[in-house]
């Protein structure tokens, strides 16, 4: 099992910046996927991004493409979420999850972290 521990949350600006932060541990990560979330009040939960841990591919939500990046660090077992040119529609429990590369479910997740954007 994977814990997964998420920080950077808060409050800014329209046109601001953020950087979420998701602290990985109990596992090697080399054969996973790591995935950003989101779920806004009254809403359903939506992808926003995600990696292969090990490399390659990024996928984004349309929503997001060209405002937000995900990346890793191997060294402190994090993945991040740097998020530019912030909207209030952006505002949102943000989650980082995980799934093997071979399964389609992600199946462990953080607690969350509020993120929210003023107008």
């Known amino acids: 099992q994977v814990q997964l521990v998420e920080s950077g949350g808060g409050l800014v600006q329209a046109g601001g910046s953020l950087r979420l932060s998701c602290a990985a541990s109990?596992?090697?990560?080399?054969?996973?996927?790591m995935g950003w979330f989101r779920q806004a009040p009254g809403k359903e939960r939506e992808f926003v991004a995600s990696?292969?841990?090990?490399?390659?591919?990024?996928y984004y939500a349309d929503s997001v493409k060209g405002r937000f990046t995900i990346s890793r660090d191997n060294a402190k077992n994090t993945v991040y979420l740097q998020m530019n040119s912030l909207k209030p529609e952006d505002t949102a429990v943000y989650y980082c999850?995980?799934?093997?590369?071979?399964?389609?479910?992600?199946?462990?997740w953080g607690q969350g972290t509020q993120v929210t954007v003023s107008s």
């Open positions: 999850a995980v799934r093997t590369t071979g399964g389609n479910e992600y199946g462990s």
């Open positions: 109990g596992r090697t990560l080399s054969n996973y996927v």
């Open positions: 990696m292969p841990w090990s490399g390659g591919r990024t």
